[in-house]
């Protein structure tokens, strides 16, 4: 167990605080939405009903659709774009290993399968972390559209209005304020990574470049 605690620690930690800040939400979130139904003369809920309700659901997934949807665009625009002296990107003056053809490796015994196999099962696996990473953006900003038609309905019917679907909602801008306010500070914070490394440093860390480098050094290597 300590070994594998050692070997996988940044894991553990990030999803330790992924859950402790989920769980700390979901109870603020209860008692926000209990607050809310009781100025208005509606019963509360339990915090097991709270889970589905579209103020939890879609307070979760507009989250996760932002930041999903920022590493995906990271990981492509990192194939092809590039910024001179930063720690996040390839050097444009030379060819990176993860630029080499897979398929030249296939005979090394430790390589993934796909590696070995080739054709269209190698094709998907060069590929497979944007995909990924896409295919849980598309998910997100379905349930954050979910959970948002959910929320939406029931204060229009709190005010006497009709609820709406969820492709009505898609077309409404609290749907796209929501996501806007989200995509904005993702991609801001990217950016500001990938300049900041170009001239700070953090010792230890594989995301900055060594304290020693130049600033025009691209690259943590």
């Given at each position: 167990m300590r070994q594998f605690?050692?070997?996988?620690?940044?894991?553990?930690?990030?999803?330790?605080?992924?859950f402790f800040s989920l769980l700390g939400q979901s109870l603020t979130g209860h008692h926000e939405l209990n607050q809310e139904q009781q100025?208005?003369?509606?019963?509360?809920?339990?915090?097991?009903?709270?889970l589905t309700t579209g103020h939890f659901v879609e307070a979760v997934f507009e989250n996760w659709e932002?930041?999903?949807?920022?590493?995906?665009?990271?990981?492509?625009?990192?194939?092809?774009?590039?910024?001179?002296?930063?720690?996040?990107?390839?050097?444009?003056?030379?060819?990176?290993?993860v630029d080499q053809d897979p398929a030249r490796m296939r005979d090394r015994p430790d390589v993934p399968w796909p590696v070995r196999r080739?054709?269209?099962a190698l094709t998907v696996?060069?590929?497979?972390?944007?995909?990924?990473?896409?295919?849980?953006?598309?998910?997100?900003?379905?349930?954050?559209?979910?959970?948002?038609?959910?929320?939406?309905?029931?204060?229009q019917q709190?005010?006497?209005?009709?609820?709406?679907?969820?492709?009505?909602?898609?077309?409404?801008?609290?749907f796209w304020f929501e996501s806007f306010q989200n995509w904005q500070s993702e991609f801001?914070?990217?950016?500001?990574?990938?300049?900041?490394?170009?001239?700070?440093?953090?010792?230890?860390?594989?995301?900055s470049k060594p304290v020693h480098s130049p600033h025009d050094e691209t690259g943590n290597s």
């Open positions: 605690l050692h070997n996988n620690s940044l894991s553990v930690v990030l999803f330790a605080l992924f100025e208005h003369g509606r019963p509360v809920v339990s915090f097991a009903e709270y932002s930041e999903f949807l920022q590493m995906a665009v990271y990981v492509v625009f990192t194939v092809f774009l590039f910024q001179k002296g930063s720690a996040e990107s390839k050097d444009p003056d030379r060819i990176e290993p080739g054709g269209l696996y060069s590929h497979s972390l944007s995909l990924a990473l896409l295919l849980l953006f598309v998910m997100s900003f379905v349930l954050h559209a979910a959970g948002g038609a959910a929320a939406y309905s029931q204060e709190m005010h006497g209005q009709p609820p709406v679907t969820m492709i009505e909602y898609l077309g409404t801008s609290r801001l914070s990217m950016g500001a990574v990938v300049v900041l490394s170009i001239f700070l440093r953090e010792r230890g860390s594989p995301e």
